[in-house]
């Protein structure tokens, strides 16, 4: 299995960035798929995620109403459009992924550890 992050990148505060994950190797038809970031310093943080079982999503709550995670299953890519960028949003963004069957809900992004990763793009804000 192997993803690999795309699209990072420098902007100023405000501006728009649009990561992709995209995913080969992987046999299963269902999956969560994650987006964590973590910052020089600072502890790994779940920024969003999304399971194909039915299509659901989760973000924490410093990045609600400015990322939006979605999937292109025919590209078995996964994308996070991330608008109104801060300085803080500045971090290597990772994507993770594993198995997810139907009615397991959303994993905790803090406590779920994910089978694979990718290598990480970077994102650098400045103010």
């Known amino acids: 299995v192997q993803l690999v992050e795309s699209g990072g990148g420098s902007v100023q505060a405000g501006g728009s960035l649009r990561l992709s994950c995209a995913v080969s190797?992987?046999?299963?038809?269902?999956?969560?798929i994650a987006w964590f970031r973590q910052a020089p310093g600072k502890e790994r943080e779940g920024v969003s995620c999304i399971t194909s079982t039915d299509g659901t999503t989760y973000y924490a709550d410093s990045v609600k109403g400015r990322f939006t995670i979605s999937s292109d299953t025919a590209k078995n890519t996964v994308y996070l459009q991330m608008n109104s960028l801060k300085p803080e949003d500045s971090a290597v963004y990772y994507c993770?992924?594993?198995?997810?069957?139907?009615?397991?809900?959303?994993?905790?992004?803090?406590?779920?550890?994910?089978?694979?990763w990718g290598q990480g793009t970077q994102v650098t804000v400045s103010s």
């Open positions: 190797g992987f046999n299963y038809d269902t999956y969560a």
């Open positions: 993770a992924l594993e198995y997810w069957a139907t009615g397991w809900g959303m994993p905790d992004l803090e406590r779920h550890g994910f089978d694979y």
